[in-house]
């Protein structure tokens, strides 16, 4: 059965690093997400892509966010410069034209 | 911008009991999804539901829109449904999911 995955599992950076969280959305889905969780709290959307630009985002996502569809697989989520509360766990998610979203494992980020 | 509130917000029970967990909303939408997450923390989704009632296994989900309502049952539970169960909405296309802050059951022997 196809599935979103996420690598890494988990990512430790120091605050004020850039880091890159990738996804890999199920092949045919044409809308993709990212979503966060910090410990302890709900889940909270971030940004939707499709057709290859941002739909919406969340008044979490500011210049610090930015995503990517570099190719025709890869869904990655940039934070350029990281900040402590920046650590959650992120999630990308993807559907086609049905309203069902597939969520990948997550990434949890650890910013010391 | 919608309101998800599930309750209970933690509930424990004996193995072979009924479950109910229950979610309102506060605004239209054009689907209802339940999800479950586990300790590890990975999603997965249940249920989508946009009118009427969907059965999976143990599993029951209903949704009134008039009344912007939710339930979710599990029947003859078991020690492997513990879990947190996460009631979430939108409203199709791109829209981003509202998440409810999710119900921690825990099941008994």
């Known amino acids: 059965e196809p599935e979103v995955t996420q690598t890494p599992s988990h990512q430790v950076t120091q605050m004020g690093q850039e880091v890159i969280l990738r996804c890999v959305p199920i092949?045919?889905?044409?809308?993709f997400y990212w979503y966060r969780q910090i410990l302890g709290q709900k889940v909270e959307f971030l940004v939707s892509?499709?057709?290859?630009?941002?739909?919406?985002k969340s008044e979490i996502f500011d210049d610090q966010f930015s995503v990517e569809r570099p190719d025709g697989s890869n869904f990655t989520l940039k934070i350029r410069s990281t900040k402590l509360e920046d650590s959650a766990m992120y999630f990308c998610a993807s559907k086609s034209r049905t309203y069902e979203q597939y969520f990948g494992p997550g990434t949890r980020l650890t910013v010391t | 911008k919608n309101e998800v509130e599930q309750s209970p917000q933690n509930l424990t029970a004996q193995e072979g009991e009924f479950i109910t967990i229950n979610c309102s909303y506060s605004v239209g939408i054009s689907a209802l999804h339940w999800l479950q997450q586990h300790p590890g923390g990975g999603i997965v989704s249940l249920f989508m539901?946009?009118?009427g009632k969907k059965k999976h296994g143990r599993l029951i989900a209903t949704i009134n829109i008039q009344e912007k309502h939710s339930s979710l049952h599990i029947t003859a539970s078991h020690p492997r449904d513990s879990a947190v169960y996460i009631c979430a909405v939108g409203l199709g296309g791109a829209d981003g999911l509202t998440f409810g802050k999710g119900t921690h059951l825990i099941i008994q022997p």
């Open positions: 892509f499709y057709n290859n630009e941002i739909s919406e």
């Open positions: 539901l946009s009118s």
């Open positions: 092949s045919n889905h044409l809308y």
